[in-house]
Each structure stands twice: as C-alpha cells, then as structure tokens.
C-alpha cells in the first residue's frame, strides 16, 4: 500500500478537481474514508486468508468494482437530500468511485508486495502498472517509525504529494480564469 495519508490526499486533491464550490466537512470525511477503506482488507491476514486470494490484501476491496459499488452505496446513503440519478447525483458517485478507485491505483504504483486485482472479482489477476517505483509503505505503524517509513515520506512526497499538488493548483487555476473571464463587463 501507500501510505494511509497519501491516499487520503489523493482523494482531496480528486475532490478539489470535481468541484470547486464549499463542500460539507461530511463530504470531505467520507471522501478520505473512501480513499483509506480499501486496505481494511488487512484483516482478512487475521483470518488466515492468503494475501493471493480474491479476499486478500490488495484483492476484492482494491478493484475497480468493489469502488463502483462503494460509489453507488455513498451518494445512495449518504446524499439524500440530493434527487437520485440527477446529474449532480451521477456526479457523486462518479466521484465516490473515482476517489476508492485511486487507492487501488497508487499501489499498482509501488514496487512492493502483489499486485492489485483491479478485475476482482471478475478476474483475481494481479496488476502493477509498467512504473512502479513509489517506495511501498509498510503494512505495520511500528516499521512505519523506522528508516523504511522515511524513505517511504520521501518517495510519496515526490510521486503523490506533488502531483496532487499540481493537480489541485491546476483545477483552482481553471476555475479562477474562467470565473475572472466570465465576470468581465461585455
Ligand atoms: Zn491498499
């Protein structure tokens, strides 16, 4: 995996991207928990599951169905203020997938453990993408203390943090030029 902050920056650069409006700290908080929830798949090491199987680590809950229908459960559950299957609604669960779905894609960017099934459970393949140099983060709090955890910041630093960075500068930037485009008398 990257590490649990990395995914949760992930999903709040996607969600600066989405939307530029004032989002709920309840929107901000299921969108880092949709980013994190699918490494709660190391318990399955606990009930004796094998990291290659479907139910292991980096199986099921990383694909890109399981974020589909973890998508679909959010905006269904937890926007119901908002008209289902509006556009904004679509909206939602697009954004819900895409920020669970990322988690699976920074670790087929990493150069440790097995690969992601993106195609669970369809297909228990595992995948890593033709980079992986992201340094893997470890899988305890304890080595996360150590001289491994910081070559882990260091490498997350470079290849998440930045470009999340970018990303989010970049959509704030369009945003802002659009708008001062848009308020200019005619
Ligand atoms: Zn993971």
């Known amino acids: ?3 649990g902050f990395s995914h949760a920056i992930a999903a709040v650069a996607l969600g600066k991207t989405y939307t530029g409006s004032r989002m709920s700290w309840r929107f901000w908080g299921l ?3 949709s ?3 699918p490494d709660a798949d190391i318990i399955t090491f606990g009930l004796g599951i094998n990291y290659e199987d479907m139910l292991g680590h980096r199986g099921l809950t990383h694909s890109l169905a399981f974020a589909l229908v973890w998508g ?3 905006a269904w559950s937890e926007f119901k203020q908002i008209a289902r299957f ?3 609604w679509w909206g939602l669960v697009l954004f819900f997938f895409l920020a669970t779905a990322s988690h699976g894609v920074l670790d087929a ?3 440790g453990g097995l690969g992601v099934a993106f195609f669970a459970p369809f297909d228990s393949t595992r995948y ?3 980079w992986h140099e992201i340094e893997v983060s470890p899988l305890t709090v304890r080595q996360f203390f150590s001289e491994w955890g910081g070559a882990v910041v260091r490498s997350e630093l470079k290849y998440i943090w930045l470009p999340c960075s970018v990303l989010w500068l970049a959509a704030w930037s369009v945003r802002r030029f659009s708008r001062s485009k848009l308020d200019r008398p005619i």
């Open 1 to 3: 995996m990257a590490s």
């Open 72 to 74: 679909f459960m959010v």
């Open 128 to 130: 890593f993408f033709p």
């Open 35 to 37: 980013a994190v929830l």
């Open 86 to 88: 509006s556009r904004e």
């Open 31 to 33: 969108a880092i928990a």
């Open 109 to 111: 960017l990493t150069n």
